[in-house]
Nanobody
Framework: QVQLVESGGGLVQPGGSLRLSCAAS????????MSWYRQSPGKERELIAA????????NYADSVKGRFTVSRDNAKNTVYLQMNSLKPEDTGVYYC??????????????????WGQGTQVTVSS
């Protein structure tokens, strides 16, 4: 049974940092690209960052480039999202997604159906 469990969310002031983690189980982690999606209030879920199976390729939304870094540890079956210089518009629920399809499909923003439960990030003073 596929399980994705996000953690690390919380309340942070503008300019602060958070590190999200997503622990995976129930599938061959190294065979799946991993992505982070964000759903902000009143908006559709959007692709924020993606990392390829081996970690050699990454992709970011323009809104987070230079501030967020996605990484993975295949030995620990975990993907991370380091978020720096956080802004109020980064507020939302962050979900991780596991995708076995080709990289071009992963970064197109059409997520596969393996989701975590999400973790809330609130950026506010």
């Amino acid at each position: 049974q596929v399980q994705l469990v996000e953690s690390g969310g919380g309340l942070v002031q503008p300019g602060g940092s958070l590190r999200l983690s997503c622990a995976a189980s129930g599938f061959t982690f190294s065979s799946y690209a991993m992505s982070w999606y964000r759903q902000s209030p009143g908006k559709e879920r959007e692709l924020i960052a993606a990392i390829s199976r081996g970690g050699g390729s990454t992709n970011y939304a323009d809104s987070v480039k230079g501030r967020f870094t996605v990484s993975r540890d295949n030995a620990k079956n975990t993907v991370y999202l380091q978020m720096n210089s956080l802004k109020p518009e980064d507020t939302g629920v962050y979900y991780c997604n596991a995708d076995p399809r080709a990289w071009r499909t992963v970064v197109a923003g059409y997520p596969y159906h393996y989701w975590g439960q999400g973790t809330q990030v609130t950026v506010s003073s």
